[in-house]
């Protein structure tokens, strides 16, 4: 393993002990906790570490310090709202196109002004810019004639040896020779789907779905079945099997880990039977797995690609979820379809700008990857949790939400009357920008249900946002 | 018009009328030129003008200075090769496959060491790599979050304003809103026929064609027809009639100026004709103008954009052919179909990679472009000359030859029975890549003939590998 995140810390352990007493109820909100020096006794840990996880959980927005008093329980779980359920897609025809809506909401992003709940990047002022600048100045000045040239049609080899090397992580193995770099991860699914598909064809997704692989679908005249797919676990392997004998389903898509927009994370058996189950069947998997480093548990999760013996996984990932969405550097391992894929990368656009691809690899290189992803992780927890509480006070009691443990895009189910495309164009109005639900399926499904990023700084300005959006809900009732 | 090209300067005046007595063998090898002092009294110029326009003539190979002597013309225009007819392509099938033969030539072409003939990009060495790399500095430093953000969809808008001001040199009249970014021409190229034909859609090509083109075109299963092609004028407005009548042509493919392979720039009626043409069936024309930069003559030769009134035509370049093809940076004004291109972009990449579109937006704008093309078109006259003289006296006499005026592309044209494909496999043993040109077709053509490259600084290394290709060709006979 690669740069191990120092998750065996005794404070990481501590705290995360007493996150799972919060998160439990065992703890309630306003609980008194232990003293620092009492936590210290228990645990045999020195003071400095006794306060290192007491930090830690206040970070978080778990815990509080009231002066003079000590530390005490701020987070209550029941105030968060209710958990979606199994999504069960049917596969009626809908009313509107669901291109239109993503249209107008996402063919401009750059707009100022605007808390863009909307968007599923993380904003500037999370990232490290000043590093990856330094690193950018670097590659330009290291590469062959300063960037300017072609380089391999598969990709940089710096970026896709690190790539390789990182593989170790999620269970990998890969070889740099596996992997073909792009233009981000929706670059790497579009060769995947135009490797392994040809119009009229059928592909199998979750639901809801990433509107961008829908729209791609589609304009490439492929069908789309959209699976049953749970909030926690994802698509279930049966309801594959089922979905394999009544259609002639050619490829599957699915985003293994804190997927979006439900944010389940798939467990390892799942992934390992549905690896097993589509190898038998010959249907190739797309996997994306660009939240994977995103995690909020002790590790990183595994991918299908680990489990993949027979190149039938083609994993497709970017850094656009971690470091620099307008770099536009993504790749993807495609399997046995790798020639396919790296024909389709010249035919489309000869090569990719290299110089990005050389910054990325040496972050990946020298451990300041691992380092902005530990910070990265804590932000977007704490985040994840005081958005949940936020929507728990400000949103109308009857709404259901996802509980995402990786990632940093909520799923939030209104009361069925509630359109939220409607509720997307009466935010704009208040310059505040959601996903409405409707992006995320072909048919007519989640018009009560919209998709909130939290992958921003925690400000006064959000805790506003949040606030007018549930009044803006709650003036539907 | 912008940073004007300094063609009024006397010295070309004079060098030009000088050049064209040679070129038309009023002046012969050998021959003396008048002293400096009399070419100036000549021409009532200064004496230092006198000798910018020898020093000129002398840059490009034409005349040389004997010392003590005087100066005296060097070059032999009975010595170039005769020049290539206009192609009459059969629609046969091919035998060999002609992906087979492209993956084999153009899939690597960054080994080392290699006299690289076959690519059609400037080598490093005639770029301007200092300013590049300051402007992509200056451009990390001034994007928004250090270009880290996504852009726009439809492109970096200073990068967008320079293309839309540049357009008046070539008589066009576009507005930054009327283009979009790219990652190069190939990838603009790309997005055109995807929005405007369907699988099993027919598109009517010059020929021998770009072999980008028919490769892509094939990849989305479009049917190609190859048009007879004057090596000096291009495709006949004729020909294209007579193939709207006995075809259902949904677009055309043509490189208007200076194009690739053959070299051809269409006259500026023909280009009129074409639009007009093509208008009146509505059938839209995707028009390559990658070299129109690299014009050798006294101005920008135009567009057929500039003659489109009614967005029919679909105008691509980029700058991967004066400035840094490792950028990725190209675009295209779609015409009516901007809309599909836009969201083409969209689905298959979100955005383009913004620092590198930004760093050319100020090349374009500071007049760093102007000054740098004035000095690259005289090198690669210089060089065309050169290529032509080395062949003539290198390659065995029956070779026939284009004769472009502009680009850096020379397609020569051997004795029947040799297969260039088989010459550059033998070429390669020896370190020097060629393009077959059987990469240039889909049907059993121009395995007699090949592309050279001259986008590379003249050296005895490169002179050697003429006389080498010579060499390899006489042994065929």
Sequence with gaps: MINKD??????????????????????????KLPSVRMLSDQHEISVSTALQAYYHLEGKGLIESRPQSGYYVRFDPSRSPRKVEKSMPHQEIKTKEVETIIGEVYDDFVSPDVVRFSLSVPAPEILPLARLNKAMMQALRDLPANGTQYEQVQGNGLLRRQVARWSLEWGGHLQPDDIVTTAGCMNAIAYCLMAITKPGDTIAVESPVYFGTLRFARSIGLNVLELPTDPDTGVDPDDVKRALRNHNIKACFFVTNFSNPLGYCMPDEQKEAMVRLLSQHGVPLIEDDLYGDVYFGRSRPRSCKSFDEE???????SISKTLAPG?????????????QVKH?????????????????????????YEHHLRK???TLHANSLRFIQAIGEYFPPGIKMSDPKGGFILWVELDKHIDTYQLYREAMQHKISIAPGAMFSLHDRYQNCLRL?????????????????GELIRNYE
Aim: positive net charge; hydrophobic residues 35%; contains cysteine.
């Design 6 to 31: 120092k998750g065996d810390h005794k404070y990481l352990l501590i705290s995360g002990n007493i996150e799972q007493q919060i998160m439990s109820r065992v703890l309630k909100i306003g609980d």
């Design 311 to 317: 190149g039938n996984v083609l994993w497709c990932s």
């Design 327 to 339: 770099y536009r550097v993504g790749w993807v391992a495609p399997g046995k379809y790798l020639k």
């Design 344 to 368: 389709l990368k010249l035919y489309h656009s000869i090569t990719s700008p290299t110089a990005q691809q050389e910054a990325i690899a040496s972050f990946l290189a020298t451990g300041r």
């Design 376 to 378: 990265l992780r804590q």
């Design 453 to 469: 990023s939290y992958g921003m700084q925690w400000t006064p300005q959000v805790d506003r946002a949040l606030r007018k959006l």
